[in-house]
């Protein structure tokens, strides 16, 4: 996609024709991606999504953030990816896609602080992440929306996936209650919001559990997860990576 962008035309800037030649034989870190977890079936004309690593200018601004409401996540991304529009991303890419940045920024070697779940020792853990990836990609024929069946009323709801900019209306459990109508596009034909809305509210907990996992379809995406084993008690346990701002610094 950009294989090419490392031809050197002269400027007719000497300052800036000396500085094309400084960066000239440096290597180009960008990293192209076909394959993603939703194998980009719900975004307009994908071909793939070109990822930069991240400068140190943008790695400041991510770990000196204070605005806690601040979707860093999305601003990272911004800067890093090409190829599909941030705001449209569904949360199983976006979380892929993170990750993929961190590999092209620092490499593939994670280094984290795992407190032991037994003892409560403090562990130093060092992990090659594209080996606890688990990427596990949508099907080919799932589509957006989709027809769902609830299992008590048995009827035909269609559902929709959240996108990027839509997340904030999931964050917890109250805003999930507030707002899934927005995601389901319809009960039974029926596509009226306010009946949507009004159907949630009087709709048996098998039926709303249904609609919601079929809304986040949680079980595509990556999973990223490391079989812990502590040095101090010998206790064992499957855990999740952590990716908090750790996970954007090298120190
Ligand atoms: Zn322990």
Avoid at 173 to 198: C, L, M, W
Avoid at 221 to 235: A, L, M
Wanted: proline content about 5%.
């Amino acid at each position: 996609m950009t294989k090419n962008k490392k031809i050197i035309e002269k400027t007719g800037d000497p300052r800036e024709d000396a500085l094309n030649d400084l960066f000239s034989e440096s290597a180009d870190d960008t990293m192209v991606i076909t394959e993603i977890p939703s194998k980009g079936k719900f975004y307009s004309d994908f071909k793939g999504i070109e990822v930069k690593p991240l400068t140190f200018v943008d790695e400041q601004k991510i770990l000196n953030a204070k605005d806690a409401n601040l979707d860093i996540v999305s601003k990272l991304l911004e800067k890093t990816i090409d190829g599909v529009v941030v705001d449209e991303l569904l949360s199983m890419d976006k979380m892929y896609l993170l990750m993929k940045v961190r590999e092209v920024s620092y490499g593939d070697l994670y280094d984290f602080k795992v407190t032991c779940p037994a003892c409560s020792t403090e562990i130093n853990t060092s992990l090659k992440l594209s080996e606890h990836l688990n990427m596990t990609q949508v099907p080919d024929d799932l589509e957006d929306p989709r027809k769902v069946t609830l299992p008590r009323l048995k009827v035909e709801a269609e559902v929709r996936f959240p996108r990027s900019r839509e997340e904030i209306l999931l964050s917890d459990t109250d805003e999930i209650h507030k707002n899934i109508y927005r995601f389901v596009v319809s009960i039974k034909g029926n596509r009226d919001p306010v009946f949507i809305s009004k159907a949630l509210k009087r709709m048996h907990i098998q039926d709303i559990k249904k609609i919601v996992s079929e809304i986040s379809k949680s079980e595509y995406g990556v999973n990223p997860r490391f079989i812990f084993q502590c040095p101090e008690c010998s206790h064992e346990e499957t855990m999740a990576i952590p990716m908090d701002v750790s996970f954007f610094s090298v120190s």
